[in-house]
């Protein structure tokens, strides 16, 4: 059984460490489960989650020059549903957000690592453009000294 990324496979849970847990595959391979790809809750500790012997459904999500084999067991399951009205908070704490909303509907979630950092860095630019034109607005008034 050949596989590859993308491949979702059942493996065992070989040994854990602060980092993340080895897993068996299938073939005689093993991969390694990041402590970033156990949950998509927060994991403080790898044996809060995981025990050794474990069976686990992984997901292979890349293979290294070397032959090393990155896994995710989160990406191999359904993500959890979010609450309802639980969305990311826009601006700062308390409800204000300086503007920055103006009662537009949230954007749909961008599904790449790509897409959110292109998005992250246009509203960084936008707030940072509305920042220097009230600090030009500010400056004109006889502002700070």
């Given amino acids: 059984m050949e596989f590859g990324v993308g491949s979702v496979l059942e493996g065992k849970v070989t040994g854990i460490t602060k980092f993340g847990a080895f897993v068996s ?6 991969g390694l489960v990041h402590i970033s790809e156990i949950a998509y809750s927060y994991v403080n500790d790898v044996k809060d989650h995981l025990k050794e012997g474990q069976e686990v ?3 292979v999500i890349g293979i290294d020059e070397n032959g090393r084999i990155n896994l995710s067991i989160k990406k191999a399951m359904d993500p959890p549903p979010r609450p309802a009205g639980q969305g990311r ?7 204000h957000t300086g503007g920055g ?3 537009k509907p949230a954007p749909a979630e ?3 690592f790509e897409d959110r950092l292109k998005q992250f860095m246009a509203a960084s630019d936008s707030k940072l453009s509305e920042l220097r034109q ?5 400056s004109r008034r006889g502002g700070r000294k």
């Fill in 101 to 103: 909303f103006r009662g």
């Fill in 57 to 59: 459904k992984v997901k």
């Fill in 110 to 112: 961008p599904a790449s």
């Fill in 89 to 95: 908070p826009m601006g700062r704490p308390g409800g």
């Fill in 25 to 30: 595959l299938p073939e005689g391979k093993s």
């Fill in 134 to 138: 009230s600090e030009r607005r500010s």
